[in-house]
């Protein structure tokens, strides 16, 4: 028997305080489909009714900025749902107040170095050539000697060896840990945004070539699907996407100079066309980027897509 609908069992896990206010978004990205639905109180989702295959799963919450848990799942036409475990990193939520150090007693220290005073102003006073007697001379050098280990008390008590403030050192260290956090989160954010302009602005590219050449059929329906692997691959690693959007860009390329070959005497003005240009500027940019292992290299790779464009991303739409 067979089933035409998939369905998910999504657990989240680890931090269960983060399930109240939890919402987990699944996006098919081949329909463009998206479901928004918020998990029971033990972390536990159960969505039905599903078409199979691969679908994007992000988990958000209000407290925290970024995703808490992106990932992508397969989901079959079988009557039991694919199950999913989600992690939930309680770090996440981590804000603890600053230490509270108890203050120090100095009673002690002022104790002492009241007595100290009154011990070295009870010899005092001598009068020019008086002499000064054994007793008087080892009061004097008791007090000093009180006053020196009440002076090495204090600055132990008010100043601790190794570091004035460690409460305050501990929270520093958990804050400059929570903006490493949001910085990552917030430059995926930003490369992930990136990267679906990028793709809709290259699929808006493909098919003015498509047009201009007139190409329809199988061979339009393998190029796009060249263009649909990029925005499935969108979540990936910038090691990942840069080698797709690489092999996309020469392998396309080569596929401009197929459909020219094609237009026989109308070659020359095929590649002369100012949409066939701008795309092969684009396949250009993306096979001469390469391989790139950092977010600003994948970024200088728009850039130069950027320069061949000269007009905004952002216009017009299919």
């Given at each position: 028997m067979a089933f035409a609908k998939s369905s998910l069992?999504?657990?989240?896990?680890?931090?269960?305080?983060?399930?109240?206010?939890?919402?987990?978004?699944?996006?098919?990205?081949?329909?463009?489909?998206?479901?928004?639905?918020?998990?029971?109180?033990?972390?536990?989702?159960?969505?039905?009714?599903?078409?199979?295959?691969?679908?994007?799963?992000?988990?958000?919450?209000?407290?925290?900025?970024?995703?808490?848990?992106?990932?992508?799942?397969?989901?079959?036409?079988?009557?039991?749902?694919?199950?999913?475990?989600?992690?939930?990193?309680?770090?996440?939520?981590?804000?603890?107040?600053?230490?509270?150090?108890?203050?120090?007693?100095?009673?002690?220290v002022q104790q002492t170095v009241s007595a100290a005073r009154t011990t070295a102003a009870a010899v005092g006073g001598k009068a020019p050539g008086e002499a000064i007697r054994a007793t008087d001379w080892n009061q004097l050098v008791g007090a000093v000697s009180d006053l020196a280990g009440a002076v090495l008390e204090l600055t132990s008590l008010v100043s601790p060896r190794g570091h004035d403030h460690p409460e305050i050192a501990a929270k520093i260290d958990e804050v400059q840990g929570n903006l490493r956090k949001f910085i990552a989160s917030f430059g995926n954010s930003v490369l992930e945004l990136r990267r679906d302009v990028e793709s809709q602005n290259f699929r808006r590219a493909t098919i003015k070539m498509l047009d201009a050449g007139a190409v329809v059929g199988p061979e339009r329906e393998r190029i796009?699907?060249?263009?649909?692997?990029?925005?499935?691959?969108?979540?990936?690693?910038?090691?990942?996407?840069?080698?797709?959007?690489?092999?996309?860009?020469?392998?396309?390329?080569?596929?401009?100079?197929?459909?020219?070959?094609?237009?026989?005497?109308?070659?020359?003005?095929?590649?002369?066309?100012?949409?066939?240009?701008?795309?092969?500027?684009?396949?250009?940019?993306?096979?001469?980027?390469?391989?790139?292992?950092t977010a600003e290299q994948e970024l200088d790779t728009y850039r130069r897509t950027s320069l061949v464009q000269r007009t905004s991303k952002f216009a017009g739409g299919v």
């Open positions: 069992n999504i657990k989240l896990q680890n931090y269960p305080p983060a399930n109240r206010d939890a919402v987990v978004t699944l996006t098919n990205p081949l329909t463009g489909q998206t479901l928004e639905r918020k998990p029971f109180l033990d972390g536990t989702l159960l969505v039905r009714d599903l078409d199979p295959g691969q679908w994007e799963i992000a988990v958000k919450h209000p407290n925290v900025v970024g995703p808490l848990y992106t990932g992508i799942v397969n989901t079959l036409p079988v009557p039991l749902p694919t199950f999913v475990p989600v992690p939930i990193r309680p770090d996440d939520f981590r804000d603890t107040p600053i230490r509270d150090l108890p203050d120090a007693d100095l009673g002690p796009l699907k060249r263009v649909d692997d990029l925005e499935i691959a969108r979540q990936g690693t910038v090691l990942e996407y840069s080698s797709k959007l690489a092999d996309a860009g020469a392998v396309l390329a080569a596929e401009v100079q197929v459909i020219a070959q094609a237009q026989g005497a109308g070659a020359g003005g095929f590649l002369d066309n100012d949409d066939v240009k701008t795309f092969v500027g684009l396949t250009d940019a993306f096979a001469s980027g390469g391989r790139v292992l």
